[in-house]
């Protein structure tokens, strides 16, 4: 196993919504999220490599996915430094409708009705810099995404950021030991193992990958009604190329973020200071969609 190490540095404050959640109140994890991290750095690919980027609006009609290849595991950013936590909490006002237009109008005239104005709980996570990494079996796929230096783009639902520094790939050894983990813990491993540990819990998810076997493919189109012709879908197997992701939703699990620099015993991959669930890989890498 290998993983790279990187350097994210936020442009202002950053929000990474908390789903299921309420639409007038907007909390955020208190780091970057690995699938919110896995599709930044995808999108960074692909404008490295020239292509428009991607629009993945949620009112497009079969919204595509853009994440890293299966085999390439984000495993989420964390703040260093000063940051603040809990998340830094305000208020937001702004129109109870989504197709409100009247304040973005040249001419407003005369009032059409209230404007039905709401206020917004909208939380911030604010930080000097974030550490993120990626692990992979396969060093040469890591290598490649060294190239992502200097780029940047929106992330997660509020905020920019843009690669700092990336440091790897580093070759990883697989140990049981207790230290202090970079990175979020699957709660059950977390928790099996150091019943007493004080940690955060929250809901994340990982992707469910469509199948890339041609018999099971088949068999499961077989099983399906089509009620219209579909269109032959290219996926992507190349971070930098413009195909979408062989991505068909998620799947939730539940992680711990421990207090920092708590020590836990844990299977870990590990590098140095770099200390990795070997749990948190294999939940991450997703599943493959048996079409049932």
Excluded at 75 to 90: E, K, Q
Excluded at 114 to 125: C, G, S
Excluded at 130 to 144: C, K, P, T
């Amino acid at each position: 196993m290998y993983a790279l190490r990187l350097t994210l540095r936020p442009t202002a404050g950053l929000t990474f919504r908390i789903l299921p959640g309420s639409i007038l109140d907007i909390a955020t994890y208190p780091f970057i999220p690995p699938t919110a991290l896995s599709g930044f750095l995808r999108r960074l690919a692909m404008m490295s490599a020239g292509l428009d980027f991607p629009n993945t609006g949620p009112n497009d009609e079969n919204t595509p996915f853009y994440a890293l290849p299966r085999q390439c595991v984000a495993l989420g950013a964390y703040p260093v430094g000063a940051y603040t936590r809990p998340p830094h909490r305000t208020y937001r006002k702004g129109p109870r409708d989504f197709g409100h237009s009247a304040f973005s109008s040249l001419y407003r005239g005369r009032s059409r009705g209230p404007e039905n104005i709401q206020l917004h709980t909208w939380e911030y996570l604010l930080a000097d810099t974030f550490v993120g990494y990626v692990a992979s079996e396969d060093s040469d796929g890591l290598a490649r995404l060294t190239s992502l230096r200097g780029y940047g783009a929106k992330i997660g639902k509020e905020g920019y950021a843009f690669v700092e520094e990336v440091r790897g790939p580093f070759a990883l050894e697989r140990a049981e030991m207790q230290m202090s983990s970079s990175v979020i813990v699957p709660a059950d491993a977390l928790f099996d193992k150091n019943p007493q540990v004080a940690a955060d819990v929250f809901t994340l998810y990982s992707f469910v990958w469509r199948s890339t076997d041609p018999e099971q493919a088949q068999s499961t189109q077989r099983r399906r009604r089509r009620k219209t012709e579909e269109v032959e879908q290219v996926y992507s197997s190349d971070p930098f190329d413009a195909y979408r992701s062989p991505i068909v939703g998620y799947k939730p699990f539940v992680a711990a973020l421990p207090s920092p620099d708590t020590m836990v015993m844990l299977d870990f991959w590990h590098h140095e200071e770099i200390f990795i669930p070997a749990q948190l890989t294999n939940i991450l890498q997703g599943e493959i969609d048996n079409g049932q």
